[in-house]
């Protein structure tokens, strides 16, 4: 069976940059989660005058970094682990790298709205396979 009733689950919330000085700046954050892409889910950091950074990681490293240290390369999640309720996400990319500190609880709610639309273990019913493999391929035509 393929589940064609496709939903949306937006949040936004704020995230502390947290600079080596210790100085934090907040930055506001959209997550969007598809059901048509429902193993990842989309960052939209807003960025100041620069405009928006957007960072896609999957859902199953966010739930996995709300209880233990996860991810490795670009995406690091993790508790921080002096405070509870927060978790610490760090982003690395070729231009730099940023730490963020997120209330934990606002991302297990957002979490939790995105199993009501895609049940963890289901993501593969909601994928349309062929227009996956199309997406990859190379267009001859």
């Known amino acids: 069976?393929?589940?064609?009733?496709?939903?949306?689950?937006?949040?936004?919330?704020?995230?502390?940059?947290?600079?080596?000085?210790?100085?934090?700046a907040p930055v506001g954050v959209e997550l969007r989660y598809d059901s048509r892409n429902p193993y990842e889910i989309c960052m939209k950091l807003n960025v100041g005058k620069s405009g928006q950074v957007d960072w896609v990681i999957a859902r199953d490293l966010l739930a996995d970094?709300?209880?233990?240290?996860?991810?490795?390369?670009?995406?690091?999640?993790?508790?921080?682990l002096d405070?509870?309720?927060?978790?610490?996400i760090a982003l690395s990319a070729p231009?730099?790298?940023?730490?963020?500190?997120?209330?934990?609880?606002?991302?297990?709610?957002?979490l939790n709205?995105?199993?009501?639309?895609?049940?963890?273990?289901?993501?593969h019913r909601w994928m349309n396979v062929d227009e996956a493999l199309s997406r990859l391929l190379p267009h001859n035509q």
Do not use: C, K, W
């Open 1 to 24: 069976m393929m589940a064609n009733d496709h939903s949306t689950v937006l949040a936004t919330m704020v995230f502390n940059l947290v600079a080596p000085a210790g100085v934090i």
């Open 65 to 80: 970094g709300l209880v233990a240290e996860a991810g490795e390369g670009d995406v690091r999640i993790g508790p921080r």
């Open 83 to 88: 405070r509870p309720g927060l978790v610490v």
């Open 113 to 123: 709205d995105t199993y009501d639309a895609v049940a963890p273990g289901d993501e």
């Open 95 to 110: 231009s730099g790298q940023a730490t963020f500190e997120v209330n934990a609880d606002q991302l297990v709610d957002f």
